[in-house]
């Protein structure tokens, strides 16, 4: 077993690293460049603030301060001449540029190599620090949540299952499915507006993680204290992945109770609560497994929606305004967090399959 | 069964509790709608910063929100200006109170440091830079260690404005090694290259890129009544009151820091704060839908608690047309587009009754120079129908046609605007469906925001709609004008102007008196009515509720609409 | 087919649920198709500027209120139910088919199950970097460029003539050289799995609002991003079921018997895959139908006149008290999930019957 989780790991490595390569490569594509908008947007107004040339060469100071000047490989094509391509064929031949070790991503990819993801270029702080910064708020929230899905799912799962429960099954899964197929924005804005609106009831705070307290407070202290605030932001997140999750367990689980073995316990005159409970679920789990292995690093990327309706500044949120203001370190430094998260999660979920059904693992020898 | 029911209840009890946590009186809670991205004052890029910055550093000039007029601030009185040859020189005398937080006063070391940080190559300025690049030499007075001379290239009106409008920095604090002492604020302006070398600016660039001068309270300390406490990045920032601070007895009005602490919460989702507003979370909203403002105002509950306020704003909506267009290169063309544009619709469905149509680009409520004599673009079909015909479009079964060029063109518009501004996105399809009524096919398009700026600059639009924000301190508007900024890359996005229009902007910005300048903005309003290229639709209201224990908050149709720092509690 | 239409009817005759959900989705499917001819007393982007946030059932004409714009909420919840089901269900139906074929056949081949000449693979990566410059690379930097597309077509062109002309030319002179006609096993498994990895770790939303910083995203350019996204979730489901129905011991007894690999596949394995993958298609049509409003929350631009659920759901957030615009998009929202998942819940169970009789 050791040895196979060592040889797993060791084959993520160069795996990881051609994923990370990918997504640096990408990330650039997008078009413009870091603070280009504001730069040259302060010209527009009821007066001018500087000239045009003097803002090109603020932008380019920006560009050279940030390495952006560099070529971002150590290849790279050259683009396209208009008029080459309209005269003859000759855009058809790529034409390669070999720039040495001066290029961004070396420069990136050396710096990863010390265990660094750069710095952002809008606070100019470790992209690792604001990461675990903003993973950090929410992991307690998606633990949670997570939890509370995983037993409610089984609660669920385990109560409709059983022949009696006909009208509690119907009932309960078209409530998950609908419950689906609404919008989670618009799921929490009903929270919000049936328990935190005075016009309603108004049971928990609004927004945010807490507000400031005079003094520090150790972690726990302020875990409690900010609780209530937790609360909308929990129950929006279970209500958004609970039915995919309880309908995959009772599938899983109503498939393995047809399966022979569970007859014979069956037979056996063992009730059925015990059945379910002892030799169903074990394997029933095996399917959700890969459900769950997907919905963590779903998770540790966060839903920006939710984090947006409630204020909390989670890893979701400073995706997109790290995408919408061309941060490309941080940009880069969530997607490869969440490369390795879903490559970890992968290995895990092998494992467990491993662990579970034994024919597996001969299979991968 | 049931004594999980009564741990329900006894939770929802404890939860109500929760909800309404204890607040002190003298704390103001504003609500930011996304975190700054630094707090670095000399390259702040977002309105945000810029709220909070103030609170923290002084510049030498400011506008007084209580009037909107530019007042001292640093400086002990507007500066004086003398035009010599090709050059301005603008003397400053500094307020003999002003001092840092550690007690040392603010003297001219201090703006010829500020200066040279905001000009220096390699330092974290891009932002700032270009706005004092205009300031060539900073001349020191031998005697008195608070007055100096800015030396400064040509001369423009807002060049006043310009010379107080940067945040100065404590030399003791960002620089205390001295580095930048010995290098003169004029070697900043001649040559960049020979300074990118030398070695102690590098030195000074490792020192002041870093985090602690973005975001740190210990170093952002200026010398406004507010320090730092504490930013919980993407939460809330805290500032605190400073103790004995000089403000105090400086005795102008405008120089304020009543409340003890400001917080500052960051809320991205307009519901969000509103409905935290209703809770009493929240001391001071602004930028309230349109809608929900209007039930907030028949809502007593709120009522008992808030007021509400709407200030005219100096922030316009405006069509841009593509004049570079052989379709649109035509004056009756544009101007059937604007008879098309059905403001009164617009502005009710929008902003409800909260905007106010204007004729051009002044904003009405400044009424010395808005031209009364003109009616705005009122929706007119049959107007409309006239132009197109005079220019030449001829109408048939499936549109209007003309010949161009020796080939004939359908008259159709595409028009965008950023995505996600629902107030641009309502107008856009009210235009569409009135552009139906003449049979011109309209095509709605919603484009992300860089990428609407990006074809903004390349000229790849047809028609546009979009923001934007004014003051009523300059009125140059060249930049936005002018035919020297038409080409691609220039602000001059629509191509308005010709030889005319550039002289009168010239004679707008050297008029020798606000008579003369009236009537040459006047003339300009007139010109670009019938140009209908840039064509200007309202003017909005902002939309603002302050709780009602504040007084003495300040409100203004400049952003950010109130002055947080001015909150007095009422008696 | 004909046991499936036996089934429809059985399940007609003997399930009332069944019979309610499939007449529902049979009305939905009419009027849909004959929508267009449908004479409305308004088109779903027509404005009524007088009429703005009508509540329901006050007015003879809007009979189910109006949004922010005066557009008639009937008129555009009919219009909604066409555009969102004509985007949801060919994407699911593909994005299924694609992850059903790739996780079975990862599944099933696993990572030594199939082997190639060391040679063909060689020429294998050759003519797949070859394609990726002529048919992606080059066409994008000439459409950026605005150069007339022909150029992109010969280029495309250029790109699978030497492809071609690699793999039927030089693959099979390179194959006679002993070190590349040696055989490897072809990593099926491993690959397809790395592929999900990669694809599954771009945020969704990250690469939707990329996109849209190059080009306004439209209905087409959608269904093409989530088609690519969501066929993951599905093969990571189909190969994870595979795995565990190749070691069972019918499919043993199937190989010994001489049944051929497609034989297996379609006759054994399918079938058995049947539940988790519909269930997987009723989820993802189901978040499919009102993406749109997700959408515009986070200021992704589209079609600003393409009426949609959606869309209508989308302007409570100017008016929190027009309950009108999420309760019917909302209502008919669940009650076509609803019906799918009734119907898909009944056939799966009668199909996974009789294959297991």
Known sequence: MLRYLFRRLLYTIPTLWVMVTLIFLLSRVLPGTFGQEQISQAGEGFYSKGSQQQRNAAHEQLLARTNQHLPLFYVTFAPLATSQATSNYSYLLPDLTWNGTKNQYHIWAAALFTGSLGESFASSRPVLEILWEAAGNTIWLLLISMALTIVLALLISVSIVQDRAVKRRRVLLSFLILLDSFPVFLTGLLLLLLLANPDALQLFPVFGLGYHHAGEQSGFMSFIVNLPHLVLPIICLVLAELPYLTNHLYTSLKGTLQADYIRTARAKGLPQNQVIVKHALRNALLPVITVLSDMLPALVAGTVVIETIFAIPGVGRLLVTSVLARDFPVIVGIVVIIAIAKMLSHIVADILYALADPRIRHNQK | ?571 | MKALLQDIAHLWQTKWSFRLALLYLAGLGITIALLPFIPLPFTPDQLDLENVFLAPFNNKYHVLGTDQLGRDVLVNTLYGARNGLLLALPVMAIASLVGVSVGVLAGYFGNNKQYLKRGSLLVLLCCLSLLLYYNIIVPLQLFSNGLPSKLSYTSMLVGVGLSGIAWFGIKPVITRFSFCSRQVAFPLDSLTLRTIELISSLPRLLILISVAAFMPPSVMLLSVIFICTYWTGTARLARAEMLRIAQLPFIEAATTVGMTHRQIIFKEAVPNLLSPVVVAFVFGVGSLLAIESTLSFLGIGLPADLPSWGRTIAGIRSNLGAWWLVAFPGGFLALTVLALQVCSYHLVHITQGRARQ
């Not at chain 2, 709605?444 to 047809?462: C, D, M, P, S, T």
Request: hydrophobic residues 40%.
């Open chain 2, 1 to 571: 069964m049931r004594k999980v029911h009564r741990l329900l209840y006894s939770l929802a009890i404890f939860l109500s509790f929760c909800s309404q946590p204890q607040r002190q009186p003298d704390e103001v809670r504003v609500r930011l709608s996304s975190d700054p991205q630094t707090l670095s004052p000399v390259n702040y890029s977002d309105s945000n910063g810029l709220q909070v910055i103030n609170l923290l550093f002084h510049s030498l000039l400011g506008a007084d929100l209580e009037d909107d007029q530019l007042k001292p601030v640093l400086a002990k009185s507007l500066p004086l200006i003398e035009q010599k040859d090709s050059v301005t020189l603008i003397t400053y005398e500094l307020r003999e109170e002003a001092e840092w937080t550690n007690g040392s006063p603010v003297t001219s070391d201090d703006i010829a440091f500020t200066l040279k940080v905001l000009k220096a190559p390699l330092v974290q300025n891009e932002m700032m830079k270009p706005q004092v690049a205009f300031i060539r030499d900073l001349i020191q007075d031998k005697e008195n260690k608070r007055r100096f001379t800015l030396v400064c290239d040509g001369f423009t009106p807002e060049m006043e404005l310009l010379s107080g409008d940067f945040f100065i920095l404590p030399a003791y604090l960002f620089d205390p090694e001295n580095l930048l002492k010995s290098i003169p604020v004029a070697a900043f302006t001649d040559s960049l290259s020979k300074l990118e070398n030398n070695k102690n600016v590098k030195a000074f660039a490792a020192w002041f890129n870093t985090p602690a001068f973005n975001n740190n309270g210990q170093t952002l300390q200026g010398s406004a009544g507010y320090l730092l406490e504490k930013w919980v990045p993407g939460q809330t920032l805290t500032l605190k009151q400073k103790k004995n601070w000089w403000g105090k007895e400086a005795k102008a009005s405008n120089l304020t820091a009543n409340p003890k602490r400001i917080t500052l919460q960051v809320i991205p989702d307009n519901t969000t704060a509103l409905l935290a507003t209703k809770n009493g979370q929240l001391d001071v909203l602004s930028d309230i839908a349109a809608l929900e403002f209007d039930k907030l105002k028949s809502n007593k509950d709120f009522l008992k608690n808030y007021e509400l306020h709407t200030p005219q704003s100096y922030s316009s909506v405006y069509v841009g047309i593509n004049s570079r267009l052989p379709k649109f290169s035509d004056k009756q063309t544009r101007q059937a587009i604007a008879y098309l544009l059905d403001v009164a619709n617009f502005i009710k469905v929008t902003q409800q009754q909260y905007a106010t149509p204007t004729v051009g680009i002044i904003p009405p409520n400044v009424t010395a120079y808005y031209n009364t004599n003109l009616k705005p673009y009122a929706f007119n079909v049959t107007k409309a129908k006239q132009l197109l015909q005079a220019a030449g479009w001829q109408e048939r079964n499936n549109g209007w046609f003309r010949t161009i060029n020796g080939k004939e063109q359908p008259l159709t518009i595409a028009i965008s605007y950023k995505a996600g501004n629902t107030v641009l996105e309502s107008s856009a399809l009210i235009f569409q469906q009135s552009a139906a009524k003449l049979n011109i096919p309209v095509q709605v398009e919603a484009q992300e925001g860089n990428l609407f700026n990006q074809n903004l600059k390349a000229h790849n639009f047809e028609v546009f709609l979009r923001t934007l924000t004014g003051n009523p301190f300059a009125f140059n508007f060249t930049a936005l004008l002018h035919t020297s900024f038409a080409e691609k890359g220039g602000t001059n996005y629509t191509g308005f102007g010709n030889a005319e229009s550039d002289a009168l902007l010239q004679a707008i910005n050297t008029a020798p008196n606000p008579e003369q300048k009236a009537l040459h903005l006047k003339k300009l309003q007139q010109v670009m009515q019938e140009e209908a290229t840039f064509i200007p639709l309202y003017y909005q209201k902002e939309r603002i509720a302050i709780h009602k224990r504040f007084g003495n908050a300040k409100i203004s149709g400049l952003k950010p609409n109130y002055d947080v720092s001015a909150f007095e509690l009422k008696q």
